[in-house]
């Protein structure tokens, strides 16, 4: 599970990573390394900038992986 905060803090199965790219492709490329076909999914804040879902996902790919799951909700208006 990756959860991206409002504040752009990532965390990786419950263990914060960081903000900057760097400390997020690190953490990626590590479980990555350890578990090539492992399934991510994306959990963010309500309030998180699109760009750093964006980040988050270019981060992925980078690493190797192939998919993300991203779960969404509908809502009613």
């Known amino acids: 599970l990756i959860n991206v905060k409002k504040d752009d803090t990532v965390f990786l199965n ?3 990573i ?3 790219r760097d400390e997020i492709r690190r953490a990626l490329e590590t479980l990555y390394i350890d578990s090539p076909e492992a399934f991510l999914r994306l959990k963010v804040d309500a309030k998180t900038k699109y760009s750093s879902i964006v980040k988050i996902l270019s981060e992925t790919v980078r690493a190797g992986f192939k998919s ?4 969404s909700t509908n809502r009613e208006r």
Not at 68 to 71: A, F, G, I, T
């Open 14 to 16: 419950g263990k914060q």
């Open 68 to 71: 993300v799951d991203l779960p």
């Open 18 to 20: 960081g903000k900057s």
